[in-house]
Antibody, heavy 118, light 107 residues
Framework: EVQLQESGPGLVKPSQSLSLTCSVT????????WGWIRKFPGNKMEWMGY???????SYNPSLKSRISITRDTSKNQFFLQLNSVTTEDTATYYC????????????WGQGVMVTVSS | DIQMTQSPASLSASLGETVSIECLAS??????LAWYQQKSGKSPQLLIY???RLQDGVPSRFSGSGSGTRYSLKISGMQPEDEADYFC?????????FGSGTKLEIK
């Protein structure tokens, strides 16, 4: 069974970088597409970006200058880095697997709450 | 970006009642729409993709329909375990965008 698990600090200071790890079991990240999505307080959801089976990336233009998604295929993990965070980046962050053909997400992690505060 | 307008924001239903949730896209999305269920403290679960295709393992009381810019999720016979948040997502083009969610409670 495909399982994803996010990990990382729950508290980040403003202007610093947010770094999260998504550990995948039951499926290789060298197949499919792997994304990050966040849910803000108030329930708005935002697709942040993905890394593909080949290592190529695509980002939401709203974040393009601040975001980086990378991977370690030997550990079957992929990573999110979001730079220069503000309080508006406070959200629950999810990693998810995108369907191979269509742009929806068929497996999600449990999510990790990240608060940006001094 | 494609804007997804979801309604209602909240809904109460009695057990056995049929409920509907709608999503309106700001432009045509060619049936590229997914619906998710999220129970409190849990990760989102895919219910419907391609507007009307039921994900494996999802009960048949869930159904999706629509075309063009207007789509709906129907639950035929509310069950206790259906109390959750529901949201839509357009899977037509990037950046992928989501509806604002519907909180479904038991009356």
């Amino acid at each position: 069974e495909v399982q994803l698990q996010e990990s990382g600090p729950g508290l980040v200071k403003p202007s610093q970088s947010l770094s999260l790890t998504c550990s995948v079991t039951g499926y290789s990240i060298t197949s499919n597409y792997w994304g990050w999505i966040r849910k803000f307080p108030g329930n708005k959801m935002e697709w942040m970006g993905y890394i593909s089976y080949s290592g190529s990336t695509s980002y939401n233009p709203s974040l393009k200058s601040r975001i980086s998604i990378t991977r370690d295929t030997s550990k079957n993990q992929f990573f999110l880095q979001l730079n220069s965070v503000t309080t508006e980046d406070t959200a629950t962050y999810y990693c998810a697997r995108r369907n191979w053909v269509r742009y929806y997400f068929d497996y999600w992690g449990q999510g990790v709450m990240v608060t940006v505060s001094s | 970006d494609i804007q997804m307008t979801q309604s209602p924001a909240s809904l109460s239903a009695s057990l056995g009642e049929t409920v509907s949730i709608e999503c309106l896209a700001s432009e045509g999305i060619s049936n590229d729409l997914a619906w998710y269920q999220q129970k409190s403290g849990k990760s989102p679960q895919l219910l419907i993709y391609a507007a009307s295709r039921l994900q494996d393992g999802v009960p048949s009381r869930f159904s999706g329909s629509g075309s063009g810019t207007r789509y709906s999720l129907k639950i035929s016979g509310m069950q206790p375990e259906d109390e959750a948040d529901y949201f839509c997502q357009q899977s037509y083009k990037y950046p992928l965008t989501f509806g604002s969610g519907t909180k479904l409670e038991i009356k």
